[in-house]
């Protein structure tokens, strides 16, 4: 059976190796989504531990001094978490996009991986048609005799 080798594995080798990196760039990014929410709940924890403890030391009598500290505690903080927030937000758009390509690199891959299968199909059902005609031509031949 003569082989045929398939024209385009190179490409087909290329498309693999993309998809690879596609892969590599998708759980980089989820990775660091996963890491910017983590800091974003333990700024968020923090802060209503902070809330907590000042609500206690409210009923226990504050000055003005620790009422201004808090006050700016407060106010600093929420700027911390709300940049966090875009950001854990950016990181999540991010994310989608690498999604999107990843999933595109694979649908890449599959067409040509699909053709190649096609083409081994159509390959091996000709060498098989003509080992049949073959095989007709000997019988024939030998009925003949």
Same mark, same amino acid.
């Given at each position: 059976?003569h082989k045929k080798g398939f024209k385009?594995?190179?490409?087909? =080798?290329?498309?693999?190796? @993309? ?17 910017? &929410? ?11 531990? @902070? &809330?907590?403890? $000042?609500?206690?030391?409210? +009923?226990?009598? #504050?000055? &003005? @001094? ?5 006050? =700016? ?7 911390? #978490? =709300?940049?966090?927030? %875009?950001?854990?937000? +950016?990181? *999540?758009?991010?994310? +989608?996009?690498?999604?999107? +390509?990843?999933?595109?690199?694979? /649908? ?6 699909? $053709? /190649? %299968?096609?083409? #081994? &199909?159509?390959? @091996?059902? *000709?060498?098989?048609?003509? %080992? ?5 031509? #000997? ?7």
């Amino acid at each position: 059976m003569h082989k045929k080798g398939f024209k385009l594995q190179q490409v087909l =080798n290329y498309r693999k190796e @993309v998809e690879k990196v596609r892969t590599l760039e998708f759980a980089d990014a989820k990775r660091e989504l996963e890491h910017a &929410a983590e800091r974003l709940r333990r700024e968020e924890e923090h802060a209503a531990h @902070v &809330a907590h403890e $000042f609500v206690c030391k409210q +009923t226990d009598g #504050i000055d &003005a @001094v620790e009422l201004q500290m808090y006050a =700016n505690f407060f106010r600093k903080k929420q700027g911390e #978490i =709300n940049q966090q927030r %875009d950001e854990v937000h +950016t990181l *999540d758009c991010k994310v +989608t996009e690498k999604r999107e +390509t990843l999933l595109h690199a694979a /649908k890449e891959k599959k067409v040509l991986e699909t $053709f /190649k %299968d096609r083409k #081994i &199909a159509a390959d @091996v059902k *000709d060498e098989m048609a003509k %080992d049949r005609h073959f095989l007709d031509e #000997i019988a024939i031949q030998k009925k003949g005799r």
